[in-house]
């Protein structure tokens, strides 16, 4: 790939990535809170290019929240804050009925209407789309989108799927060229952990191996693709990434004694961890993770060593240095919106990752790696961001 000349302009990026699935689960109580943050947030940084990746659209029962997910994609166009943004794409997989394809991913772009050159990528054609004036509209696919070529999406194949039943897991790409410059942005949601219990018993987990094969294969997905080429991409979702399980337990449990408690059905099963005065410090159970200082401890510097999916990947995908706590499993109450809940041991699930390419075609000194919604209530998940500088070219990257 050839590099591109610049000519001294620069677009302002805006990277987001969030679990949705608890707005639709509460809607009455969640939907427009975390909207009014994420507006906030826009009008803050006004930035030319607003890429919105969002994952479990529509909860887990989408066809008793439909409804809510129109609801939300309107007052999120229709907003005052967005009134500058002339040119919309969105791709809502709604699709509940087809477990081959289903993946409640939603994927939106919004462009500002002071972006001078924009082009959106065919891959059915395998080109550029040609008409600008078609592009720079509003444009929303959502119900079955399967057919819509200027998206590629996939959904894991089965036999990925750890538990065997195949649930919403997959990708969906888009590609721009934004006045000159030439990105890839993916959408992507990864497997999560079962049982606290397993995840703890080694690393990497059963879990972590899954979704580590899960990325293998979406990155070598596009690097074959010689149809459509290769260009510097983000790689922004729910990764699902979770902390090394087995060393977070060992470093909380030192000079504490294990207690397990096992249930006739083997559901309930639990370990108890104890001081010497007999007083329990951590709890860990399949869907129990709880410690004594369980609101402070993990938002602690001490974590993020145990922070380590990404490890074999890091000569193809890069990330900036993390500025923010965990941002998973949080609280789904608006009274409690800092706290995380005793079911996972917190985590950096939600993720901007970028291949090493990328840092060929952005201003590297001029960047963010935050968090939305730090004092409100988000959902369980809360959302990472990044603003980003990239200079505009003359000519594009040449597409290989």
Request: with cysteine; charged share 30%.
């Given at each position: 790939m050839e590099a591109a000349q610049e000519d001294g302009l620069s677009t302002e990026l805006l990277l987001v990535t969030a679990n949705v699935g608890s707005l639709f689960e509460d809607p009455e109580r969640l939907l427009q809170l975390w909207l009014h943050e994420f507006l906030a947030k826009v009008s803050h940084l006004q930035p030319r290019f607003l890429a919105l990746h969002l994952q479990?659209?529509?909860?887990?029962?989408?066809?008793?929240?439909?409804?809510?997910?129109?609801?939300?994609?309107?007052?999120?166009?229709d907003d005052p804050e967005m009134g500058a943004y002339t040119c919309m794409h969105i791709f809502m997989d709604e699709d509940f009925k087809s477990a081959e394809h289903f993946t409640a991913l939603g994927s939106l772009y919004f462009v500002h209407q002071d972006v001078a050159s924009l082009k959106l990528w065919n891959f059915l054609t395998h080109s550029w789309e040609e008409s600008l004036s078609d592009i720079k509209d509003k444009h929303i696919y959502s119900g079955n989108i399967e057919t819509i070529a200027t998206k590629e999406k996939s959904k894991f194949p089965q036999h990925f799927f750890p538990e065997c039943k195949w649930s919403r897991k997959g990708f969906m790409r888009t590609r721009w060229e934004i006045n000159g410059t030439v990105i890839d942005l993916v959408n992507i949601h990864l497997f999560h952990d079962a049982s606290n219990l397993a995840a703890c018993e080694n690393f990497p987990s059963v879990y972590c191996k899954t979704r580590r094969r899960a990325l293998v294969h979406t990155i070598e997905r596009f690097h074959l693709d010689e149809q459509n080429g290769t260009v510097p991409f983000f790689l922004f979702g729910d990764f699902n990434f979770r902390c090394d399980t087995e060393g977070v337990v060992k470093e909380l449990t030192q000079n504490l004694t294990a207690h397990r408690v096992q249930n006739t059905k083997n559901e309930n099963d639990k370990i108890h961890y104890r001081n010497s005065t007999g007083n329990n410090v951590l709890t860990v159970g399949k869907k129990e993770f709880s410690h004594a200082?369980?609101?402070?401890?993990?938002?602690?510097?001490?974590?993020?060593?145990?922070?380590?999916?990404?490890e074999p990947l890091k000569d193809v995908l890069v990330e900036y240095p993390i500025q923010f706590i965990p941002s998973y499993p949080f609280e789904e109450d608006p009274e409690m919106p800092t706290d995380y809940m005793s079911t996972r041991c917190p985590a950096w699930c939600d993720r901007i990752l970028m291949s090493p390419q990328v840092h060929e075609i952005?201003?590297?000194?001029?960047?963010?790696?935050?968090?939305?919604?730090?004092?409100?209530?988000?959902?369980?998940?809360?959302?990472?961001?990044?603003?980003?500088?990239?200079?505009?070219?003359r000519r594009a990257w040449r597409i290989w």
């Open positions: 479990e659209v529509g909860g887990k029962t989408y066809e008793k929240s439909m409804e809510y997910v129109q609801e939300f994609i309107k007052c999120l166009c200082d369980h609101q402070l401890k993990f938002k602690e510097d001490w974590l993020k060593k145990f922070d380590r999916e990404l952005i201003r590297s000194d001029e960047w963010t790696y935050g968090m939305i919604g730090e004092g409100v209530c988000m959902g369980d998940h809360k959302a990472p961001l990044t603003p980003l500088v990239v200079p505009s070219c």
